[in-house]
């Protein structure tokens, strides 16, 4: 079955820890995108990624860091430097360059708690 | 700029009634699109469609319809007969043609209790 997955369903940080989430995709979709839910907030993009090797910031990339070394894989880690990290992590991808002609396809999400 | 608003945040409702979840949108772009996502509790967001600015044509799809009016920037949905199943958070969510950016609205939770 196509589709995208995220791991650990769960993850728990103590203060001052890097923690990195996972995302891997098998739809060959060439762009992948990382959001962050709060509770009574909609979607609030962090990283985008079009390409292999290349990604752009989102609107709240401060305290996160991504890379894209393979098509199917999307890396994010949430830095020290990230102020309020407690969320809900959600990962998507969508068909062809990114853009809005095609809907983005989206992960069952980590959700993060900082001790 | 650009802005969804789902000025409803939470609607609950009995099994069987119809309900509309309302989403209104602002962009300047005359060349945009609109979706809607369904988030059930297991928090993975579902597409329900996807609608270009040209096409104003309403759309049914079972028991979902949806409204899309340019003259008052909205794009409305209705579930008929609601089912227990329906509960979930409904977001609607804005893309410009020239971005490669999804704005999302706040979300609307519906409840809908046998």
């Known amino acids: 079955d196509g589709g995208i997955t995220q791991s650990p369903k769960y993850l728990f940080r103590k203060e001052g820890q890097n923690v990195t989430l996972s995302c891997e995709q098998n739809?060959?979709?060439?762009?992948m995108y990382w959001y962050r839910q709060d509770p009574g907030q909609g979607l609030r993009l962090i990283y985008y990624?079009?390409?292999?090797?290349?990604?752009q910031k989102g609107d709240i990339a401060e305290g996160y860091s991504v890379s894209r070394e393979k098509k199917e894989s999307f890396p994010l880690t949430v830095t020290s430097a990230q102020k309020n990290p407690t969320a809900f992590y959600l990962c998507a991808s969508s068909t062809g360059l990114a853009g809005p002609y095609n809907e983005q396809f989206f992960g069952p999400g980590t959700r993060l708690t900082v001790l | 700029a650009q802005k969804v608003t789902q000025a409803q945040t939470e609607i609950s409702v009995v099994e069987k009634e119809d309900v509309t979840l309302d989403c209104v949108y602002e962009t300047r772009d005359t060349t945009y699109y609109l979706f809607w996502y369904k988030q059930p509790p297991s928090g993975e967001l579902v597409f329900l469609i996807r609608?270009?600015?040209?096409?104003?044509q309403n759309e049914i799809s079972g028991r979902y319809s949806w409204n899309f009016q340019k003259s008052t920037s909205s794009f409305n949905f209705t579930i008929t007969a609601s089912q227990v199943v329906d509960s979930a958070v409904y977001f609607c969510a804005l893309s410009a043609y020239n971005t490669d950016k999804l704005i999302f609205g706040t979300g609307t939770r519906l409840q809908v209790f046998p």
């Open positions: 609608r270009n600015s040209f096409d104003e």
């Open positions: 739809l060959n979709h060439d762009a």
């Open positions: 990624s079009q390409i292999v090797n290349d990604f």
